[in-house]
Each structure stands twice: as structure tokens, then as C-alpha cells.
């Protein structure tokens, strides 16, 4: 079977992402070139169906037993309990610590804010798996431990798609948009709802947030 | 595919953002521009490339097909990606209602301008690859080769098998199995099957075949042969483990015109949800119905409470938990009922509404029964009857009338019901009939009340465990919003003996406010656009067309009165009771429990001749373990044929396993939308060629090309040259599924008035649509029309189109408060009547033993339920899903683990009285499970579709997977797919009943709630 993942010297394959080639493609389009993508998950849509998980699994193919997106299922003890799901990945974070602690400088941000892995140059250190505080990332054994993580999809992007994990969400819960240009709904939430990130405290300033379900602690980003 | 530099680039479709303006769709989507990474941006190794999308399915290696999934049988729209014949990935249809939460794109959309549009699908469609890639299927026919059950099979060239199974003979001889089997030729005869019952019918009726996940398109085509070709009864399917008790209270309420109605998730402002896990199950499934109520409540236009002995998923988002006592949905509904009548919080006007029109004038969409008169009087012979004017004139010669029922007007006098528009409703009389008989009578109303008031509210709060306080305060509320309140019941309110009155009594509750057929109620479905099987072709009738004749094996829709066997006892005994098995005149049907039993016990009729069809009894029915028993005797099943994709646990002790196709290379058909509201029919067609080896002639081993090929063989009707007339009388051949299924797509796109397809849209399909390489088989103007449909992968309407005003105008005309039918039928153990109106049951076994009591020593009572990601049986070959989760689990209140020392992770053995060995898991303890009960999920507990080794020979050409699955012993074990456990291996039995699963004697519905077991803690942990 084809893998969806070939890399250089691995069985003769040589396929290499080519994020700078498609600047001909967009300004065919006409489209803005400032794009800063982010996402908000509003718990109060998400049913826990796992659609995104699986959708994010069949797009990315990640190793066996990881993922790059996944839900963190709690009970809360509330009267009636109640399941909570979270939703959770790579948060894409304005100020992540996987970059500073990548020795080689394989992971880093692009202009457009999404945190990427240079698989050319990751030494499997695991410097960045540990320096993230969401476990968002971890080493992939097929392929010399270099590490994965989300990317929010980059390639679809690319290619005027929304993250698989999105097109899946059927309740409307993952809600993508564009911090440089927000409109509808996306922008609806950024100003009129109360937006939380996953664990403030490590100011990371992530760009995945929140709407938590129902009450609940939240705090304004 | 690495991202490809221009030149390619400038034909991707863009996302058109200015296609569809104000759609709702476009309003949750394509927010974000194409990103653009700066140009001196260093080139990266980027961990993946592209996977293929429709958006850039002008790539030509890419196809994209517009069809109707089936991971499960909601039956979503999917859109399939394709790539060098491979199915890449399934997303969903935006044309398709249930795929945008019943607010599709607009149907006239060009097709093209579709394809880059996001458009959601469930997890099960996600996992999709996995399941029809799923190694373990097999490719080609199978003969068993050792005893039955051993696993032993060996590969049989299709003709050769086609001859056996029709001729029959001594197949087995090389087994040492000296038996003459008879085949199907010998079932193609119009003597008897029984010279002393010849009710039963004919020798035909030998012939049984059980379908499993049937669906609309094969279901008319395996009819055809099973009914119209070889004339048997015996096509049964599976409702009755599908979920035959809530189908049942559904089906008393609308005098059997419907079984399915639910809340409306669009309309609603309450939902009572009794026993349906709406965020991880349920159809329409979790993509639609839950979709739709967890958007809609996180803008607070509804909210929900949840009836389950487990609080489920949707517990995120739920108002209240009434933790009710597993099989006691129904006392529950009735304690709310009596709050209502106590209370005056029925809808009085409504119900106070006798016929149609004065129902209409008030808003309705139909009326009740309720103020219509009941006889109830022991010395009137049609006591339990309707009182008709012809009971009160008995003189009168005026026809047309006679049939009438009676209500009392205003003044109390007896009236036809249509000539008053408002009635008496809580009454009870004595009536003079013209002849000077009196009759006793009352309403249908107070019929029900008296059923209801037969417990105090205490009593209902003590047998449902709802604390009085909590279930006053749930009627209330439920009471509190007009007509935008509603119950949705699925499977676990009524999935048990007795469950037909449980789920009569949750019915009850929406006809009791008034709204059912009303926007935001309790509504069926729409319908479908056209009928599949008449227009430009006859698909439904043929020269020398049988019909089937007698009674079932299951002996459903059959009288037990008028059999030869209650004659003679009634001869023999004075009283004609009891019969050998229960027979079960009012019901929705699909008993495959009772048709299993049937054959068990060779009653009515032996079986001579089984097919089954994607279909695993001994995994998926409660208590089915006990089949391998009916399964290995080749008495009872004396020649057995699946027709399936793997092998499983039943068809395990198959003679014959025939490879089947999955829906992604076939399984045509025409879906009708589930309740509620929805009006739509889709199409499903494959989006590859079949991975199964071919015919000679090239046709994929699948269902239809088997039965073509028995019946050509046998010179059966309705199959073969000349089978199929179009509307001038000539004749087509039917020697191919797409011969069949390519008209029914005609018919239903020239019923439904659809355009003919753009020149660009036609070019789409036989671009893309595997189906187009049999276009030849419609005229030229045929296949442009069809074209427009499959583009689309149906035809759709939106909710908005299915109302006038508040009404639903596909609704039903009555409900019943009283229900005549099931009031005159009788129990066939004991001959005594059933309830024609609600009465509170306790599950109990067939000689009406009180489970709960009789079986005190097993202090835990087993629930099960479905998860997000899995279909009941079939789903351990979704990859992905198993690494979310590997395993079920035993879940049960930390409290009660607590007392019996019972902690997380460790293993114990539920052990009920019907199987003492018990079967063995881990505990998982928490909160969000009623005390006394344990959940345990199905799907997982496998112990075949590649659980086990088999020893199968040439097993590397038999699997899809070749050596990946193979040694050489055969079947290769993958302990990844044996993990967790199944419910339903320690489901309670009959023993008065030859130990067969227990079945509700009204319904026949199986019992998936009322098994109790001891938990002990496992000493090999």
C-alpha cells in the first residue's frame, strides 16, 4: 500500500512539500497572502462523536497509537454528572516552546503563524516533545523517531481547504478561520464570546481556543 | 501525491464562496482565504503530502462519486475520493439533508460548483477504508470442508457451487455425511409443507433466508427471487434486534400505519429522550440528529433530558438524568401520564377533537381516538371493539355510515364521530341500541386512564426508580412548551419483553400535548421522491410472479387461532391452548429471533433450505450463543448459505459461504429518509470496482449475481432474458445486478421529475461513476435524466419543505389511544387477551414469570448500547477506531464496585443463570451508571472476523489480505481484533420455552435489557 508519508531516502521516494510552490496558484486566485489561520472549538456544539479524530487520522496517517488530534474525555461531578469532551492538538502557540528547544532549528513558525517540523533536519532528539506543555508532539517510529504533530493541515490550506478535522465536525464545534481577516461566524465568536485556551498559565498564547461548555471557568484572551 | 507545481495548479477548483449566498452550509465554512506561506520561505520536508480531495478531482487520476454510505444504516450522503482505483477517503454529499443537519446546499447546484464545499461524515465513514480493505474478506466461494463450526473450508469454483446448492445430493459425502441434502430445486414445489396444516403453505416455505443489514434496493431484488421466483414467505428480516420495542409502542399508536416517528431536532424546544443514545448512535445518526440538537443547544433554542439507566454522551449537553431502572421506561411514562391527568396537563382540546377536520381547525395535523367509544361489556360480541353506528342501528340500511365510530356529543348523546367537532372525552356509559340492547361503553380516553391509574404515582416512582418529585417535575416541564415538546425513544426504551407497552406508554406522552405531526413534535418521515419500481420499467412485476403463501416461520403476522394445531387442540382439550411456540398476529415484524427458534424447533414447519445474508445471530442477538446448537444440526439446518464479506460467528457453521461486495463496490439502492420530517430519496452506487473475483463472464461475485445464477439455472420467473417489461411492453434481460438497479435509478429520477443532467454533468459521471460503463442499459434520454440524480447522489428537499405552516404534510391521520386490533389479539401460550390500551408490565419470560423477581440472586442487571465509532457487529476492522479504543469495558457504579472490592482495570465474570461459565472483562467504574446495573457496549468480544485461526485451504487466494493473514495452517489469529466482550453471550434464555432467547409474546420482540448476573471477581486477573 501507498504511504501517504514518503520522504527522502526511504525506498526511493523522493517527495518533498513544497510550501513555497504555490504562490502562482494563489495569486491566480487573487487571494490575501496575510492569512493567519486559528481555531475555536465551542465545547458547547461538541457531541464527541470522534469524527475529527478518525477524519485527522485518515488525512495525516500518523503512527499507530498517535494522533494529532484527539479528545480529552472527563466526567465532571456535577448534579447530574456529566461527560465533558476537549478537543485538543497542537495549538500553534504565538510563543511555542518547541521552537527554542529544537536544537537543530527544525521546528519552527511560518509567516502564517502554523508551527512546522522540518523533517529534513529533525535529529529525533525529542527536545521539542518534551518542551511542549499539550503533548501535542511525538516521535514516529517508522520513520527514525522524527517527530509529528498537527500542522493545521497546511497542505489543504495550501490548497483553499479547511483542516480535515473541520470539514468532519458536523455540529459546527471546530470553527476555522483567519485572525487577519475574520468574518462570519469566526469573527462573531472572536468578538462576542468568551474565549479560553488550554493552560493559560504557560503563556504560550496558543491559537486554538475555547468556549467552554456551559459554566465553567473562563478568561478572556 | 506531492503538491504539484503550477501549470497543474491553475484547474483547481477554487472554493467558491460566492456560489451559494446565505446557505447555511456556506455560513459554517470556508472562512479562511488559501494560505500563503512568504516566498523565501525555505523549502521544508514536510512529514506528509497531499491526500487526493474532491476539490481537486480534476487531477485525472482522481474520481469522486456522490452516493449513500452505509457504516451503519442512518444512511448519511458520502462523497468518495478515488485515487488510481483505490477509495481514498469518504467525506459527506453537501446535496444531502443529513450530512448538513437536514439544511442541504441548494439541490439545482450544478455539480461542479460542489466539489471543494466541505461537507462532514461520522467517524464509521471516516474509518470506511479500513472496512472495505478489511483483509480479512474474502474473495471468493466457500464450501465447508470438516464438520460444522470447525472452521474448515475450502475454496469451490462458483458453478460447481451453483449446481450444488440448486441440485443438492449427497455435497457432503466426501465428509463422511451420508445425508441426501436437498437443494433448492426440491423447495420449487406447490404441494404442502405440511398435508395437515395446510395453512402453513407450500413446500416452498422450506425455503427461509434472513436478512441481516438489509437495505431498500436489495431488499426488492432478494424478494424477487426469495418471493416472486421461488415463492417462499420466508424472507424475514431483522427488526426485532434492530429495535422491535420502541417500533412497537410506535406502531399501537398509529394503528400499524408507521413505527418510527422522533422528536423534530429542528423544531423541538424539548426532547425527553428515553433509551436513544442521540450523540452516538441513532438514524439519522450522530451527523444529523445529534449534530442538530448540540447546534442548536448551544444557542439555546432546545434542551434535552435523558431516560437511560446510563448517562450517556449527549450528557454533556443534557438539562436532567432520569436514571430509570432498566425495562421500566414504560412505568416511568405512565407515572408522567398520571401526573398529566391529575394535573389537567394533557392538551384537552385537541384530544377533545373527534375526527380530522375539527383536529385541522385547531392546528393539528391529526387527531386522536380518544373520545371515541370502546365497547366494554363481557356480554356484547364485540366486547373490546370500537362501538360502530351499525351497533347502535341495526336496522338502519345506510352503508356508508356503519362502519362509523361512535362519541358522545355534548349533550351525551351517541354520535358519529365525524359529525360533531368535539366530544366527551372521560366518560363512561350505558348505550341503547335500536334493537333495545343495552351496551357498555366508554372512551378510549378513559380506557387509558384506567390503565394508568391502575398504580399510584408512588408506585410508578418506586417501579421506574424516579423519585416522585423528579418525575412530577419532568412532566411538568415536558408540559410546559406547547406543542414544541416531544419524546425520542429508540432502542433502549422497549427492547425487552413487554416492551410493546413501554414503548405505547413513551409514545403516549407526545400524542398527550398534541404534537405529533406538528413542527417541533413527534413526527414520522417524509417519504421517498418516487417509487423505484414502476414508471419507465416494471420492477416489481413479471410473467409467472409468485407470491408468497402460508405462514412464517416466525409465525409473525399469523393467527394462531386459525391454524389446524389450535383446531386440534381445541378438539382434543375443549381449549385450543397452548401452541408449541408464541405466534404474534400484532407486529411490526422481522422476527429473525423467532425465526431462528422456528427453525430450532422445526415449528410450524422444518426448514429445509437457509440463506443468510449479512447476517451474525450468534454475535448480534441477545442470547444467540444458543444458535451454534441449531446452527451445527444438520436436522434442523439441513443446507445453510451466507451470503456475506467475511467470515463470522454464525455463518461459521455455514456449508457454503458466497463473497459478497461491500458499498463501496456495490449494494445499489434507493434510501428513504429515517423519522423524523425529511423527505428525500438517495442513491447509492459504487465508487470502485468490486474486489471480489469474477464469473466466466465477467460479473463480480456478489448477492445478485448469485441469485441470478440460481435462478437461471432453475428456469425460475422474473430472472434471465425477458424479465424486466418498460411501459410499451418490451423485454429486458435481468443477467446483471446494474440491469435492475440502473432502471430503478430511471424510474426514480422520471417519478421525481428531475432536469436531465448538464452536458458538463453527464461528462462528471462517466468521468468518475463505475455505473457509467453500463449506460447502455438506459436509452439515451434515460441515462441524461439518471445522470442527474447520480451526480448528486439523489434527489433532496430540505426541512423547510416538508411543512405547511406548522403542519407536516406527510403525517399520519390518527393515533390511538385505544388500539382495536391489539385489544382483540391473544397471547397463543395462554389465550388470554392483550391490553388494548396502556397497562404497566414488568419484563417477564414467557410463562410470565417477573425477571427482576425470579431472578434476585443475580443482583446486577446488563444494559448495552452502541459507541460513536462502530456498528453493532461488523466494525473491529476499523482501524483507526481500534486505537482509540482497543477494548470495552464492564462499566459499573464505583459504589457498588466498591462494595464488592471491585477496582478499575481489574477483571470479573458476569455469570447470569442461562450461562453459568460467564464471560470475563474489565471493570470500569464511575458515576454515570444507575446502581445495580452494568453496561457493557457491543462491537468488541469477537471471536472471528480474523479473531481466531481457521484452517482454511489456499487461505492466501481466499483473503484480501493474502500472506498478510496467512500461515501455513490457514487463518492466521490477530488477538486485536478478540479484545473486550459481548453482551449478548450471557443473555438470559427461556427455559420454558426450550431454552431459546426470550421474546415479548405480544411482539416478538427480543429482550436486551433484563438479563441479571452475579459479578465475581476473576481469580486469573
Known amino acids: ?221 | 501525491m506531492m503538491m504539484k507545481k503550477s501549470g497543474k495548479e491553475n484547474q483547481f477548483s477554487p472554493i467558491r464562496r460566492t456560489l451559494l449566498k446565505g446557505s447555511a452550509l456556506l455560513a459554517g465554512t470556508a472562512l479562511i482565504a488559501p494560505v500563503k506561506v512568504k516566498a523565501d520561505s525555505q523549502q521544508i520536508q514536510d512529514p506528509r503530502t497531499m491526500q487526493p480531495t474532491a476539490g481537486l478531482q480534476t487531477d485525472s487520476d482522481v474520481q469522486v462519486v456522490h452516493s449513500v454510505c452505509l457504516g451503519c444504516n442512518a444512511r448519511c450522503g458520502n462523497r468518495s475520493v478515488v485515487k488510481e482505483g483505490k477509495l481514498e477517503k469518504y467525506s459527506g454529499n453537501p446535496y444531502h439533508p443529513y450530512n448538513h443537519q437536514g439544511h442541504p446546499i441548494d439541490y439545482a447546484t450544478p455539480v461542479m460548483e460542489t466539489l471543494s464545499l466541505s461537507s462532514p461524515v461520522c467517524a464509521k465513514a471516516q474509518d470506511a477504508p479500513n472496512y472495505i480493505y478489511n483483509p480479512y474478506r474474502i474473495l471468493q466461494p466457500l464450501k465447508r470442508a470438516g464438520k460444522r463450526g470447525s472452521g474448515q473450508f475450502e475454496p469451490i469454483g462458483w458453478e460447481q457451487m451453483i449446481a450444488e446448492i440448486t441440485d443438492g445430493g449427497r455435497i457432503f459425502a466426501h465428509l463422511g455425511e451420508k445425508r441426501v441434502v436437498e437443494g433448492l430445486q426440491q423447495q420449487n414445489s406447490d404441494a404442502p409443507i405440511d398435508s395437515n396444516a395446510l395453512e402453513l403453505g407450500p413446500k416452498r416455505n422450506g425455503f427461509v433466508f434472513i436478512t441481516g443489514r438489509l437495505q431498500s434496493g436489495r431488499k426488492e431484488f432478494i424478494d424477487r427471487f426469495v418471493k416472486g421466483a421461488m415463492g417462499s414467505i420466508n424472507r424475514i428480516g431483522h427488526t426485532d434486534i434492530c429495535g422491535l420495542g420502541f417500533r412497537m409502542g410506535n406502531f399501537a399508536l398509529t394503528e400499524k400505519k408507521q413505527v418510527e416517528l422522533k422528536a423534530d431536532p429542528w423544531g423541538s424546544e424539548y426532547i425527553l429522550v428515553f433509551g436513544a443514545n442521540i450523540y452516538e448512535a441513532l438514524q439519522p445518526g450522530v451527523n444529523t440528529y445529534g449534530a442538530a440538537v448540540a447546534a442548536r443547544h448551544s444557542s439555546g433554542k432546545v434542551k434535552f433530558v435523558i431516560v437511560d439507566p446510563r448517562l450517556q454522551n449527549a450528557s454533556v449537553h443534557a438539562e436532567d438524568w432520569l436514571a430509570v431502572k432498566p425495562g421500566q421506561d414504560g412505568a416511568l411514562a405512565m407515572g408522567m401520564i398520571r401526573r398529566m391527568i391529575e394535573q389537567e396537563l394533557y392538551n384537552t382540546k385537541y384530544l377533545r377533537a373527534p375526527h380530522p377536520g375539527a383536529a385541522a381547525d385547531l392546528g393539528h395535523g391529526c387527531y386522536t381516538n380518544a373520545t371515541h367509544l370502546v365497547i366494554d361489556d363481557q356480554e356484547h360480541p364485540d366486547n373490546r371493539k370500537f362501538l360502530r353506528i351499525s351497533d347502535l342501528e341495526t336496522k338502519s340500511t345506510n352503508t356508508n355510515k356503519q362502519d362509523h365510530h361512535v362519541v358522545l356529543a355534548a349533550d351525551g348523546s351517541p354520535v358519529a364521530f365525524d359529525t360533531v367537532d368535539e366530544a366527551l372525552l372521560d366518560r363512561e356509559t350505558v348505550i341503547t341500541a335500536d334493537s333495545g340492547r343495552t351496551i357498555r361503553v366508554k372512551t378510549a380516553f378513559r380506557m387509558m386512564k384506567e390503565g394508568v391509574m391502575e398504580h399510584s404515582l408512588a408506585e410508578y416512582a418506586e417501579i421506574s426508580g424516579i423519585p416522585c418529585s423528579q418525575l412530577k417535575r419532568t412532566a411538568d416541564d415536558f408540559c410546559s412548551y406547547g406543542t414544541r415538546a416531544a419524546v425520542c425513544q429508540y432502542h433502549g426504551a422497549g427492547n425487552y419483553t413487554n416492551g410493546t407497552y413501554a414503548a405505547y406508554a413513551v409514545a403516549m406522552l407526545s400524542c398527550l400535548v398534541g404534537s405529533v405531526e406538528v413542527r417541533g413534535g413527534y413526527l414520522t418521515a417524509g417519504g421517498g421522491m418516487a417509487p423505484p419500481g414502476k414508471g419507465l420499467y416494471d420492477l416489481q412485476d413479471f410473467p409467472g410472479r409468485l407470491r408468497g403463501k402460508g405462514v412464517r416461520i416466525s409465525r409473525e403476522k399469523a393467527c394462531y387461532e386459525k391454524s389446524s394445531e389450535f383446531c386440534r387442540k381445541k378438539a382434543e382439550t375443549g381449549n385450543g391452548y397452548p401452541a408449541k411456540r408464541p405466534w404474534f398476529s400484532f407486529t411490526k415484524g422481522g422476527l429473525s429471533v423467532e425465526s431462528l427458534s422456528g427453525i430450532d424447533e422445526q415449528y410450524p414447519y422444518p426448514c429445509k433450505v437457509l440463506f443468510t445474508y449479512f447476517y451474525n445471530p450468534v454475535y448480534s442477538t441477545p442470547g444467540g450463543y444458543r444458535y451454534r446448537q441449531t446452527l451445527e444440526d444438520r436436522d434442523k439446518v439441513p443446507l445453510h448459505v451466507s451470503i456475506d464479506t467475511s467470515i463470522n460467528e454464525s455463518n461459521l457453521y455455514a456449508d457454503y459461504i458466497v463473497p459478497d461486495v461491500t458499498y463501496a463496490e456495490g449494494h445499489y439502492g434507493w434510501l428513504n429518509p429515517h423519522a423524523p420530517a425529511l423527505r428525500f430519496t438517495g442513491i447509492r452506487t459504487p465508487c470502485i470496482e468490486p474486489l471480489t473475483r469474477k464469473t466466466a463472464d465477467g460479473r463480480p461475485y456478489c448477492l445478485e449475481t448469485f441469485l441470478i445464477d440460481l435462478a437461471e439455472k432453475m428456469n425460475l420467473p422474473g430472472f434471465g432474458d425477458n424479465a424486466i417489461s418498460d411501459t410499451a411492453g418490451n423485454g429486458h434481460s435481468l443477467h446483471r445486478a446494474e440491469d435492475f438497479y440502473l432502471r430503478g435509478f430511471a424510474n426514480i429520477a422520471h417519478g421525481a421529475g428531475v432536469p436531465s443532467a448538464s452536458e458538463q454533468e453527464v461528462a462528471f459521471v462517466e468521468r468518475n461513476y463505475p455505473v457509467a460503463g453500463f449506460k447502455k442499459i438506459l436509452s439515451a434520454d434515460e441515462w441524461r435524466q439518471t445522470c442527474y440524480i447520480l451526480a448528486r447522489g439523489g434527489v433532496f428537499t430540505s426541512y423547510e419543505d416538508v411543512f405547511d405552516g406548522e403542519n407536516f404534510k406527510y403525517g399520519l391521520e390518527r393515533l390511538a389511544l385505544y388500539n382495536e386490533d391489539l385489544a382483540l389479539a391473544r397471547n397463543a401460550l395462554t389465550g388470554d387477551f392483550f391490553s388494548g390500551t396502556l397497562t404497566c408490565l414488568a419484563p417477564a419470560d414467557s410463562a410470565g414469570n417477573i425477571l427482576a423477581e425470579k431472578d434476585q440472586e443475580y443482583p446486577f442487571t446488563v444494559i448495552s448500547h452502541k459507541m460513536n465509532v462502530h456498528s453493532q457487529s461488523r466494525t473491529t476492522s476499523h482501524r483507526w477506531s481500534m486505537e482509540i479504543f482497543p477494548e470495552n469495558f464492564i462499566v459499573m457504579n464505583k459504589k457498588d464496585a466498591d462494595s464488592l472490592g471491585l477496582r478499575d482495570g481489574e477483571n470479573a465474570r458476569l455469570v447470569s443463570r442461562s450461562n453459568a461459565g460467564g464471560i470475563v472483562g474489565k471493570i470500569k467504574t464511575g458515576n454515570l451508571i444507575r446502581r445495580e446495573c452494568v453496561a457493557v457496549s457491543f462491537h468488541y468480544g469477537h471471536s472471528q472476523l480474523g479473531a481466531s485461526g481457521l484452517p482454511i485451504r489456499q487461505a492466501e487466494k481466499v483473503f484480501l489480505g493474502g500472506r498478510q493473514v496467512v500461515d501455513k495452517n490457514g487463518l492466521k489469529p490477530n488477538p486485536k481484533l478478540a479484545t473486550g466482550l459481548n453482551p449478548n453471550r450471557i443473555s438470559r434464555l427461556d427455559e420454558h420455552l426450550a431454552d431459546t432467547p426470550m421474546v415479548d409474546l405480544t411482539a416478538g420482540i427480543p429482550d436486551f435489557s433484563s438479563t441479571r448476573v452475579k459479578i465475581v471477581k476473576d481469580s486469573k486477573a
Open chain 1, 1 to 221: 500500500m501507498e504511504t501517504r508519508r514518503t520522504f527522502i531516502g526511504r525506498g526511493g521516494l523522493a517527495a518533498v512539500g513544497v510550501i513555497s510552490g504555490l504562490t502562482g496558484a494563489e495569486q491566480v486566485r487573487g487571494l490575501s497572502s496575510q492569512a493567519k489561520p486559528a481555531m475555536i472549538i465551542d465545547l458547547n456544539r461538541c457531541t464527541g462523536c470522534q469524527a475529527c479524530v478518525i477524519a485527522c487520522k485518515c488525512y495525516t496517517g500518523t503512527a499507530p497509537e498517535q494522533f494529532n488530534t484527539r479528545l480529552i474525555l472527563e466526567v465532571e461531578d456535577t448534579r447530574p454528572p456529566r461527560l465533558i469532551f476537549t478537543p485538543v492538538q497542537c495549538n500553534q502557540c504565538d510563543d511555542p516552546p518547541c521552537v527554542p528547544a529544537c536544537p537543530e532549528g527544525a521546528t519552527f513558525k511560518l509567516d502564517n503563524g502554523i508551527v512546522v517540523t522540518d523533517w529534513g533536519k529533525c535529529t529525533s532528539s525529542g527536545d521539542c516533545i518534551r518542551a511542549c506543555p499539550y503533548g501535542a508532539r511525538f516521535a514516529d517510529s517508522r520513520y527514525g523517531q522524527r517527530v509529528d504533530k498537527c500542522d493545521f493541515c497546511l497542505a489543504r490550506l495550501q490548497a483553499g481547504l479547511e483542516p480535515a478535522c473541520v470539514e468532519a465536525c458536523s455540529s459546527g464545534a471546530r470553527i476555522f478561520g483567519d485572525l487577519s481577516n475574520p468574518r462570519g461566524e469566526f469573527s462573531d465568536y472572536l468578538q462576542n464570546r468568551q474565549l479560553t485556551v488550554r493552560k493559560p498559565e504557560k503563556l504560550t498564547k496558543p491559537n486554538v481556543r475555547y468556549v467552554n461548555a456551559g459554566q465553567g471557568t473562563v478568561e478572556r484572551t
